[in-house]
């Protein structure tokens, strides 16, 4: 299978939802003859969205590979869904292609997810060219759009084509190029385009700009060899016009894909060897380099790893090193694949995409061969659910279908909490979310039960404080007797605890043991055999239950010191039960004297909106105890608002900043530090987990 590396062109289809991605790809499937039916994301019948969830939905919601051939080259696509929480499989994609085909609706102009792309394809190297799609719908200004791109994404876009009409009348399109010398119906008139066209285009090359300003025109021969340079120099971004609802422009948009996509070696690509860099030699005879872009577990638990073969070739049933796995492994299956169908094939080479089967060491990400690829970078999820199964019993299936999710998309995370023993799901969105109970319900059999997850509120202390607490027990024989005596202080974040726990501050110092995952320290100072030593591990026992089960409101302690300096004992009745006891006990009662308070997690936020809407983004976070710290101007009209927030505040605020700005707001969050909770709301919290107690 494997195909010359100078015939290939690998493809992104990316944009924001709804713009007639996938309609597009099976569009260019059709022209082509690499398919024969007639495929329709409306009638259910597309070849891309091929899924159950996708065909429900009417869009895509993981990415798809297919292929075809046009001009002697063969082009691997990848359509990609347009939703920002499906961004990770945009993310994956990108990694195995070289061109970005950045969709733009003609009408609509500009998403969020439209400039999410342009950046992603930056970050990953990729060459970019825009599609203007639907361009036989009404009311379409193409001068206001372009003025738009170009402000957005820089004065090297340019039009390679222009429409024949618009709306009903579109006909056909004109180059820019090579402009015609009769185009009445253009909507901008291709001559004025292609000087500004040109000169993007030799920026490429420093001998043909220079002999261009000296009045020598290049030939359209030259032009377009220098096409596809510009467009990897970034000096060049092409704008192509199409409809595929009329079949206007795909013919151009195939010669544009053949002729100015930039081929596998337009990329120099690097990875790491013992440590060092090295540049990929992209060659078939090469030392083996690939990498996992994706997972995709099928119905019939068929495991699909898609592989982009950067050096080397990938043969059936080769030995392989990979990466994170000791031992060599076998490569079963290698896999051509055409959306939801696949065709066995013996080998791959530079350039080419293919998908190894039913391999578990395989996971998106993986390298393969001796040298390691840079790890592929994912948005960190934000919004969280509780799940449960519905049924009792499904505990063990839930939990392999959720990891089967995880394996498929990175952007989603599921973690056993100890604290809250609840297992968290999550995700990029409530509707990412959404999407995978169905998926869970119609390929797994499990249907959930979901709440938002509980925050991990943290319990400390802001005074110093002494007390003590004497467990007896007597029930007939032996009892239980045990006294602790205990000294607390609130402890600072960070603490050195070689500094901190001195003779000068304990001067009765024995011993000390410190949990850096709490931030607690305990001091034993008991002198004179006033707690046996061999009764100490107990009171260390009793005090770290106490620390993981809280006092207030159940939450684990933090930022605590405890010094333990006296107590009593008794001859018969002391045992490690009764010391223990005594420890927690002690310690709830000092707790309570030290003005105890709640800890939050605190988050912070970066915001990105229409300039238009931060009186709406700083009016909002007030509402939730939250405050702008910074503030910067963002291409294309829009702003970054940096802020923090407490965690609890802004668990579902993907909903309302989507509601504020009508799409077209984003953002990330990250932990940044815990905080005081303020009384009114501490009281509130420490009320509900006393009714809860009370209801258990």
């Known amino acids: 299978m494997a195909h010359n590396i100078a015939d290939i062109r690998n493809l992104v289809i990316c944009g924001h939802g709804s713009v007639g991605k996938t309609s597009l790809a099976d569009a260019l499937l059709m022209k082509t003859g690499a398919v024969t039916a007639n495929a329709s994301v409306d009638a259910g019948t597309s070849i891309c969205d091929f899924d159950e969830e996708e065909k429900h939905h009417k869009h895509s919601i993981e990415a798809t590979l297919v292929h075809f051939d046009h001009a002697g080259k063969r082009v691997n696509l990848i359509d990609t869904p347009g939703y920002p929480e499906l961004v990770g499989q945009m993310i994956g994609a990108m990694r195995a292609v070289e061109t970005a085909l950045i969709a733009i609706d003609a009408h609509s102009g500009i998403k969020v997810n439209t400039r999410r792309a342009w950046k992603e394809a930056e970050i990953a190297g990729c060459g970019r060219i825009l599609v203007l799609t639907k361009c036989d719908t ?22 390679l084509n222009v429409p024949l009409g618009l709306g009903e009348e579109l006909h056909g399109v004109a180059s820019t190029l090579s402009p015609p010398a009769e185009a009445a119906d253009a909507i901008i008139d291709p001559q004025e385009i292609h000087e500004a066209l040109v000169e993007s285009i030799i920026e490429a090359d420093e001998a043909l700009m220079e002999r261009y300003f000296e009045g020598e025109m290049p030939s359209n021969e030259e032009l377009a060899r220098l096409m596809s340079q510009a467009i990897a120099a970034g000096t060049l971004t092409p704008i192509v016009c199409v409809s595929t609802k009329k079949e206007v422009g795909l013919d151009e948009l195939l010669d544009v894909i053949t002729t100015a996509a930039l081929p596998p070696t337009a990329v120099m690509r690097k990875a790491t060897k013992d440590g060092d860099e090295v540049t990929l030699k992209q060659d078939p005879d090469a030392p083996l380099a690939a990498q996992v872009f994706k997972t995709r577990i099928d119905p019939f638990v068929q495991r699909l790893s898609f592989v982009r073969v950067y050096a080397g070739t990938l043969k059936k049933d080769d ?48 390298s393969l061969g001796e040298v390691e690829l840079p790890p592929l970078k994912f948005p960190t999820p934000m919004i969280g659910l509780a799940v449960s199964p519905k049924a009792r019993g499904d505990e063990a299936k839930l939990s392999g279908a959720l990891h089967k999710l995880t394996e498929e998309d990175p952007t989603i995370h599921l973690e056993h909490d100890p604290e809250t023993k609840e297992m968290v799901l999550t995700g990029m969105s409530e509707l990412q979310l959404q999407l995978v109970q169905e998926r869970l319900k119609r390929r797994d059999h499990v249907e959930i039960e979901t709440h938002e997850p509980k925050i991990p509120y943290r319990e400390t202390v802001q005074a110093d404080g002494d007390g003590m607490y004497r467990h007896k027990k007597q029930s007939g024989g032996a009892g239980q007797f045990g006294e602790v005596h205990l000294r607390m202080y609130p402890l600072p974040l960070d603490v050195d605890v070689e500094t901190y726990a001195t003779k000068d501050r304990f001067p009765q110092l024995k011993d000390k043991h410190y949990f850096p995952d709490s931030n607690f320290l305990w001091i034993d100072s008991v002198v004179g055999g006033s707690i046996p030593g061999n009764f100490m591990p107990a009171v260390e026992k009793g005090l770290l239950d106490r620390v993981k089960t809280g006092v207030v409101a159940g939450y684990p302690v933090q930022n605590v010191c405890v010094e333990v300096h ?39 936020l970066h915001i990105t909106v229409p300039a238009d809407n ?24 829009l702003t970054t608002v940096e802020a923090k927030a407490p965690l609890s ?48």
Do not use: W
């Open 566 to 604: 006296f107590g009593k004992s008794h001859a018969v009745d002391s045992n490690e039960t009764a010391f223990k006891m005594a420890a927690s006990k002690a310690f709830s009662e000092v707790f309570k004297k030290c003005r105890p308070s709640l800890l939050e997690p605190m988050v912070n």
């Open 138 to 159: 009404d009311n379409i200004n193409l001068s206001e759009l372009v003025a738009n791109i170009k402000e957005t994404f820089g004065q090297g876009c340019a039009l």
């Open 614 to 637: 931060v009186g709406d983004v700083s009016s909002d976070l007030s509402g939730r105890r939250g405050q702008m710290v910074g503030m910067d101007n963002a291409p294309g009209g």
């Open 319 to 366: 030995q392989v090193h990979v990466s994170g796995v000791r031992k060599n492994i076998k490569i079963g299956g290698i896999l051509e694949v055409q959306a939801g169908d696949t065709q066995a094939v013996d080998s791959a080479g530079p350039g080419d995409l293919v998908a190894v089967a039913k391999c578990e060491d395989l996971h998106t990400g993986t």
């Open 649 to 696: 505040e802004v668990a579902t605020y993907a909903r309302t900043l989507s509601s504020m700005t009508g799409g077209q707001g984003s953002f990330t969050m990250e932990f940044s530090h815990y905080d005081v909770v303020p009384g009114n709301v501490q009281q509130d919290i420490i009320s509900k987990a006393k009714l809860k107690d009370e209801e258990d």
